[in-house]
């Protein structure tokens, strides 16, 4: 049995590059950090998503944000090239984009 060149496949193994919209460990910790005093401002919840999929790579890393036994987010914070976008997940309107995450969580008015 005999092989040429041409009969070769490669299959690549790399996922594409999203250094731009992904969360820093240190964006993380921010928000945990965050967490913990928006408590005082009427949230008692984050989700941080990864969205760590090869299919989709322009969608960017978030963290979603809940009021007392809110069973739907009241905020999202998602990471964009640049900086990151506060959106409200009811109507999906953008509220704001801002250059750092400490600066967005800031923005996050207190829950009614």
Request: glycine share 8%; aromatic share 10%; net charge negative.
């Amino acid at each position: 049995m005999s092989y040429s060149a041409s009969s070769a496949v490669v299959i690549p193994f790399a996922a594409p590059v999203r250094a731009g919209n992904r969360m820093s460990v240190r964006d993380k910790i921010v928000a945990l950090e965050w967490a913990d005093t928006a408590r005082d401002a009427g949230y008692t919840r984050i989700a941080l998503d990864t969205s760590a999929s090869v299919d989709e790579p322009e969608l960017g890393d978030f963290l979603l944000v809940y009021e007392r036994e809110a069973m739907w987010a009241n905020w999202g914070v998602g990471c964009c090239d640049g900086g990151y976008m506060i959106w409200r997940p009811s109507d999906g309107a953008t509220i704001g984009w801002y250059p750092t995450l400490e600066k967005a969580l800031a923005a996050i008015p207190p829950a009614e």
